[in-house]
């Protein structure tokens, strides 16, 4: 499991390979991933946009902008958690991701959060540390 905190919000990831949806023979894998994340701050916060970098093992980059994660922009009072689970594909058996989300208090403050950097490593792929 790989942790970040900031500003007193903790966002956990869990990468797992899905050979069912993976086809190793044609250079295609796919991972899901499930991100929790955990306001142990004293502030209402909300999540409004992410911002993903997805590079794989040959250090092809791939940039995702877009609104909130899986079509919603969680509100988190205090002690309150968000959990969800989506996916990537790459063109080869390793990579990792590293994000950010924009999160706004009830003040209207903007503000990032770190995803910590996560690493996607199929069974067929070396481990290569980065």
């Known amino acids: 499991m790989y942790r970040a905190v900031t ?7 869990e990468p797992n390979f899905m050979p069912e949806r993976s086809a190793t023979d044609r250079g295609q894998y796919f991972w899901s ?6 306001n142990t701050g004293a502030e209402t916060v909300q999540l409004r946009t992410r911002h993903w970098v997805i590079t ?12 909130g994660v899986v079509g919603e922009q ?3 009072a205090p ?3 968000f959990e969800y689970t989506s996916g990537v594909p790459l063109p080869t058996a390793s990579g990792f991701m590293a994000g950010r989300y924009q999160m706004v208090n ?14 996607l490593d199929s069974p067929e792929g070396k481990r290569v540390l980065n």
């Open 7 to 13: 500003r007193q919000i903790e966002v956990t990831v």
């Open 56 to 67: 794989d093992a040959t250090g092809r980059k791939q940039e995702v902008r877009g609104e």
């Open 33 to 38: 991933y499930t991100i929790v994340i955990t």
């Open 106 to 119: 009830e003040s209207g403050e903007r503000f990032e959060i770190d995803v910590p950097t996560f690493s």
């Open 74 to 76: 969680p509100v988190l």
């Open 79 to 81: 002690g309150e958690r």
